[in-house]
């Protein structure tokens, strides 16, 4: 994409952001798989290290927003390079809230751990929290590879979540009935679940903005989104 | 690029266009054996600002000067094609050129105001077509300063040397000049590329003020100022015109990878 610009700064810094967004997407992908994990185990340590590491997440939005900043201000960019610092703005915060629905799963995850081990009625959960951390990969993957396609093969992938999302809160509704003692460790299975469905709302915006930088193309709110 | 032959020439309201002021088809221009431009066709839209951009010796400037017939006093200089002036083709036998670059006036580069006063370096153009009546030139020198953003600046001393003016200024003061002889169509050429970023900021808010007048077609190296002050882009490449569309489109995803080559800097 950009490496036959005519100035070698101007390039170096557009390589630099994209290579921030890309260090920042990876350990949002990290957290996330690790809070999974900590759910999933209902490991307090696990957790703790999640909550701990988040401060780096968002080190990372104000590196990667003082950049962008900086490449407006001092080169004015126009057509795919203007596309793409609007696109690493957007991304950066839905990345930036990506890593606090983390956090939010982890914190849960530690309440969660000291719980009796949890049912086999909440077994879409880690289905659903696959599906929506590979949406966040294949998002990022569209980004690096400036890749349309994938990138509205994610936008498709949204309504598998969403149906997910339907069955735990069917089903945790059906416990919370039969099982009053447990409605905490319930309502905390129900509050990850409704963390990931985020988490695959936001690796939509992502994926919505990466058609536009590789299109010109404004896919945001259509349909029934 | 010969769907621009489609493009209407009345005003589209939905759409927001206007009505093509000229319109260049087909416009070859060669200086002896060595091709300038190539097949050019291209609306220039009325009381609209057309940014003609591309790196040096692309032709812009080129056709810029085309639109009114400035090219005939180049030695050598031929031209091919049609260019029509509200329907008229400006190249026709019977077509005085004189009274072509009255009404599709110039700005050049460098201000290049007379060695005269203030005052009579706007009138001059009057006083050439043999305008006599002083209250009359007056009132057009007023007018014309006024438009040029001007008039506030030098209406204490207009009969002072016009070399005593600013860079921009005097920029300033060539565009009086060239609105006082009442033209319709203005073309500039690279008119700020001379000057500081105030007196830049200045011309660039005058072409947006002159906009509702007059129809207007610039040349600029700079892609700042071609995405400020202009609505519709054409940029042009080895005599070529290469794309054509809004200025907003042109900026933000053009279609031609040339142009987006060009325009973020990847060119060479």
Avoid at chain 1, 83 to 107: H, M, P, S, Y
Avoid at chain 2, 79 to 87: A, C, M, P, Q, W
Wanted: glycine share 6%; hydrophobic share 40%; aromatic share 6%.
């Amino acid at each position: 994409m950009m490496n036959t610009h005519t100035s070698q700064q101007y390039y170096t810094e557009l390589r630099s952001l994209k290579d921030r967004l890309l260090a920042m997407g990876g350990r949002c992908e990290a957290h996330i798989r690790q809070a999974l994990q900590a759910l999933e185990h209902q490991d307090a340590m696990l957790a703790n290290e999640v909550t701990g590491t988040d401060h780096q997440i968002n080190a990372d939005e104000l590196a990667i927003d003082d950049l962008a900043v900086r490449i407006l201000a001092l080169r004015q960019p126009v057509g795919k390079d203007l596309r793409f610092l609007l696109t690493a703005l957007k991304v950066v915060t839905d990345l930036e809230r990506i890593g606090d629905e983390a956090v939010n799963i982890a914190e849960r995850a530690e309440e969660l751990s000291s719980e009796p081990h949890l049912p086999e009625t909440w077994r879409a959960l880690p289905e659903m929290a696959n599906a929506a951390a590979a949406m966040l990969h294949d998002a990022l993957d569209a980004f690096v590879e400036e890749d349309a396609e994938k990138a509205q093969s994610v936008l498709e992938k949204d309504d598998e979540v969403d149906e997910f999302y339907g069955q735990v809160m069917r089903k945790s509704l059906e416990y919370m009935a039969q099982h009053s003692a447990r409605v905490k460790a319930a309502m905390g299975v129900v509050s990850c679940a409704k963390y990931i469905e985020r988490i695959a709302d936001h690796s939509t915006n992502i994926a919505e903005m990466v058609v536009y930088m590789v299109r010109g193309e404004d896919v945001r709110h259509r349909g029934k989104k | 690029m010969k769907n621009l032959l489609s493009i209407p020439l009345q005003s589209d309201a939905s759409a927001g266009e206007s009505t093509a002021k000229m319109l260049a088809s087909a416009v070859s221009v060669s200086y002896g054996t060595k091709q300038a431009i190539r097949d050019i066709t291209l609306p220039i839209r009325e009381c609209r600002v057309t940014a003609l951009i591309g790196p040096s010796g692309c032709g812009k400037s080129t056709f810029l000067r085309s639109l009114n017939r400035m090219n005939d006093t180049v030695d050598g200089a031929k031209v091919s094609g049609e260019i029509l002036l509200d329907g008229q083709d400006i190249y026709a036998r019977n077509v005085d050129a004189v009274e072509v670059r009255r009404r599709v006036g110039m700005v050049f580069q460098k201000s290049n105001p007379f060695p005269k006063s203030i005052f009579e370096n706007v009138a001059f153009g009057l006083r050439i077509a043999g305008e006599k009546d002083a209250t009359k030139i007056a009132q057009v020198v007023e007018e014309s300063l006024r438009g040029a953003a001007l008039w506030d600046e030098v209406k204490e001393r207009l009969q002072e040397s016009a070399m005593s003016l600013s860079g921009g200024q005097q920029q300033r003061l060539c565009i009086a000049r060239a609105l006082a002889v009442k033209p319709e169509v203005l073309l500039m050429d690279e008119p700020a590329s001379a000057l500081d970023p105030i007196a830049t900021a200045k011309i660039e808010e005058l072409i947006r003020d002159l906009r509702s007048r007059y129809t207007i077609a610039i040349v600029t190296h700079s892609m700042q100022q071609a995405a400020r002050v202009s609505d519709y882009t054409a940029f042009f490449y080895l005599g070529e015109l290469v794309e054509f569309g809004e200025t907003t489109q042109i900026f933000t995803r053009p279609s031609q990878p040339r142009t987006e080559d060009y325009i973020t800097g990847r060119f060479g």
